[in-house]
């Protein structure tokens, strides 16, 4: 019952590292198409290393994962399985992060990366009607200048990216380590979003919002220790971004039960679900929405209300959100 309506629900996915979404099989594929050497016999191998005890444990692997990516067809393919599998659980709208520091470290143009990621979701707008939007994130472990260079590099492709964001190893590289660059890019006209309240305590979130300015605080879930925080996102309306599966695998809560996502929907906060990286936490959109409401109860309102959350948190224009929060009044009456 409550699988039928999560997938009956359309809804948008706001919080998406596509290369998170390297499932070990195409890893695999590449590491041979491509002739790099990865430390694992099969996919399943790969499979077996998954078993990480916090963000850092998990960003080492991911890291190692991304070497396998190497020309545009590889961000080709591997954005393209990412949106074929969204396509599934009636994914409508996208904002894909992409972390092209990672790729451009090890040699890769910005352009081969950016142009493969483009040509697939091209391909979701005229196949699946499916619509997207690109955030550029800048990787806090690297220095201010490294995050000045790539915002440099993007330029060029300006028009096809939305916003810029926040990610890697949160706790000891602060919001405050990147407000110059946040302040250029705005000044370029891009939005903002940032990683903040994973890990590291709710003062990262403050930074977030008041000096890089962002629109969305991607995680956010350690405002639940500071009540003035919490009335602030309530009262401005600012989403969070929360990804379940990602929570539990990095050890962010003990367990589903102990997820917080619920106490924070009560509050009146606009809490979205989405994935992060699912092919390393074990489950696409609708499975975060599955965990989620098996472990915490959730109601059928709570449902609807977190996939209207989806697009009003998305970058997409006022007469868009509309459009799709009707879709699901509409269907809510038919069903
Ligand atoms: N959950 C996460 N937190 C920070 N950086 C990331 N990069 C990919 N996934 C991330
Ligand atoms: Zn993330």
């Known amino acids: 019952m409550t699988q039928q309506l999560i997938y009956a629900l359309p809804k948008a996915e706001l919080h998406l590292h596509i290369e998170g979404t390297l499932e070990p099989e195409l890893m695999f594929k590449l590491a041979q198409r491509n002739k790099i050497k990865i430390p694992f016999a099969s996919p399943e191998e790969i499979k077996k290393a998954y078993d990480f005890h916090n963000l850092q444990s998990f960003l080492d692997i991911y890291y190692q994962g991304a070497n396998v990516l190497q020309n545009s067809e590889d961000f080709f ?29 090890r040699g890769i143009p910005f352009e081969t990366v950016i142009t493969g990621i483009k040509q697939a979701l091209d391909k979701a707008q005229r196949e699946y009607k499916m619509s997207s939007y690109l955030i550029l994130c800048f990787l806090r472990h690297l220095s201010e200048e490294e995050a000045f260079a790539t915002l440099n590099q993007a330029l060029p492709f300006k028009h096809w990216i939305k916003a810029v964001g926040l990610d890697s190893s949160e706790i000891g590289h602060p919001p405050q380590k990147f407000e110059r660059v946040f302040k250029q890019a705005m000044q370029e006209g891009f939005l903002s979003v940032a990683h903040a309240g994973e ?125 799709h929060i009707e879709k699901i009044n509409n269907l809510t009456l038919s069903t």
């Open 77 to 105: 393919d591997l954005t393209w399985e990412y949106l074929r599998r969204v396509h599934q659980d009636n994914v409508k709208h996208v904002e894909i992060f992409f972390d092209p520091q990672t790729h451009t470290a």
């Open 199 to 323: 890990e590291a305590p709710a003062d990262y979130i403050w930074q977030a919002l008041e000096l890089l300015k962002v629109q969305r605080i991607d995680h956010g879930v350690q405002c639940i220790n500071d009540d003035k925080l919490i009335d602030y996102l309530k009262d401005k309306q600012i989403p969070l971004t929360v990804c379940p599966l990602s929570n539990i695998k990095l050890k962010v809560f003990h367990s589903m039960q102990e997820h917080t996502l619920k106490k924070l929907l009560d509050k009146g906060l606009c809490i979205t679900i989405n994935s992060d990286d699912p092919a390393y936490f074990g489950g696409y959109i609708n499975q975060n929405f599955q965990t989620a409401a098996e472990n915490l109860h959730l109601t059928k309102a709570e449902l609807i209300t977190l996939a209207k959350n989806s697009f009003k948190a998305s970058f997409l224009p006022e007469h868009e959100k509309t459009q």
